[in-house]
């Protein structure tokens, strides 16, 4: 994913050839968008409906492109909704520190769509992370390794690791397919505030920091993932989750494939 030049803050966008052809987007889900700027007042962010089992391919775009422009974007997941951002680009980086309130002492996890993807993410995998995301992914699992060095340290609060996932989200998922690269995939609320699971609940909590917001309906909600940590042949449980100790234990020990 290759970081694009930052809006101005809170400006919605056009799809790129409708800019181009001076148009607007045609998506029924995308007629009458607010923009987050008139004047002086500041709007909510756009909220755009999308099928959590078949999502609108150009609402997926329009959302791709305001990524690729460093904004932050919510969407739903498995568990809760998330802020998807390009990992790469430190200024949609620090714009998610600044929406949440986060504690720049907390890395950011990273959403992926394919064990392959997440290798690239990391340093060196080890052979549990094989076992473990080849039998539960996708799903409620996040894994924590040695993070490539292409990614930024404040996305691993320089601690040189970093979380991935595999959601079982259609809507996340195609959203990763479309922006070209994994997105970033910390909770859409305040930092220290409850998650959310419904677009409503983001709204009132971040409606006026975000550009867009995807409603892709209630999400699961709790449990949320199971936070596993690899180094080398150790693995450890971070977190408590949806995974149990049993089913990470089974994979671990399986026969490789």
């Known amino acids: 994913m ?19 052809l001076g148009r607007e987007p045609r998506s029924a889900a995308l007629v009458g968008a607010k923009r987050r700027v008139k004047g002086a007042e500041t709007l909510p962010a756009e909220v755009l409906h999308i099928s959590a089992e078949s999502p609108d391919p150009v609402a997926l775009r329009y959302a791709a492109d305001l990524i690729a422009r460093g ?4 969407i739903p997941t498995d568990t809760l909704y998330g802020l ?23 890395a950011l996890p990273i959403l992926v769509c394919s064990v392959e993807q997440a290798v690239l993410l990391a340093r060196q995998a080890p052979p ?3 076992k473990l995301a080849r ?26 690791r970093v979380a991935l996932r595999w959601p079982d989200s259609k809507v996340a998922c195609a959203l990763i397919e479309e922006t070209g690269g994994p997105v970033t995939g910390t909770s859409a609320n305040v930092s220290g505030w409850r998650g959310c699971s419904t677009a409503g609940d983001v709204l009132k909590q971040l409606g006026n920091k975000l550009p867009l917001v995807l409603d892709g ?5 709790a449990p949320t993932s199971t936070i596993v940590g690899l180094k ?3 693995w450890e449980i971070v977190r408590e989750g949806a995974v149990s100790a049993a089913a990470i234990e089974e994979a671990i020990q399986s026969a490789d494939e």
């Open 2 to 20: 290759v970081a694009s030049p930052q809006l101005s803050k809170g400006v919605g966008v056009r799809r790129r050839a409708d800019v181009r």
């Open 71 to 74: 904004n932050v974007v919510a």
């Open 84 to 106: 998807a951002a390009d990992p790469f680009n430190l200024a949609a980086i620090e714009e998610i520190f600044r929406v949440k309130g986060r504690p720049e002492g907390r």
């Open 128 to 130: 549990a992370f094989f």
């Open 135 to 160: 039998k539960l992914w996708p799903g409620r699992l996040t894994l924590i390794l040695d993070a490539s060095h292409r990614l930024p340290l404040k996305v691993t609060a320089n601690t040189g």
């Open 217 to 221: 309906g209630k999400t699961a909600g």
């Open 232 to 234: 080398g042949d150790r």
